[in-house]
């Protein structure tokens, strides 16, 4: 079992930037690719950012890259999303996601490839 807390989110206004973390608790970290995936209310949960166990590999959704950037800190068993560049469209609830993976450089960008799932943290973007 991996437990997942994200943090930071909150209010900002179109332009701004946020970051994201997310604390993992309850197995070894550096065994688990992780990802950041969205949910605006009335849509299905969106893949935003992946990054694999050994942080060499990551992806991002198009509407995302060059103002996101997807980290981890396998000391501090941490993923962190830092977004810049803010705009109203990015306006969801954040959930962090975590799964096993033998392949240290591999990352997953499926919603229903991950297993474990942090409660989420609000974004809110005004225009």
């Known amino acids: 079992q991996v437990q997942l807390v994200e943090s930071g989110g909150g209010l900002v206004q179109a332009g701004g930037s946020l970051r994201l973390s997310c604390a993992a608790s309850?197995?070894?970290?550096?065994?688990?690719?992780m990802g950041w995936f969205r949910q605006a209310p009335g849509k299905e949960r969106e893949f935003v950012a992946a990054?694999?166990?050994?942080?060499?590999?990551?992806d991002y959704a198009d509407s995302v890259k060059g103002r996101f950037t997807i980290s981890r800190d396998n000391v501090k068993n941490t993923v962190f999303l830092q977004m810049v560049r803010l705009k109203p469209e990015d306006t969801a609830v954040y959930y962090c996601a975590a799964r096993g993976s033998l392949y240290s450089g591999r990352y997953y960008s499926g919603v229903n490839e991950y297993g474990y799932w942090g409660q989420g943290t609000q974004v809110t973007v005004s225009s």
């Open positions: 990054i694999s166990r050994s942080a060499d590999s990551t």
């Open positions: 309850g197995r070894t970290f550096s065994n688990y690719a």
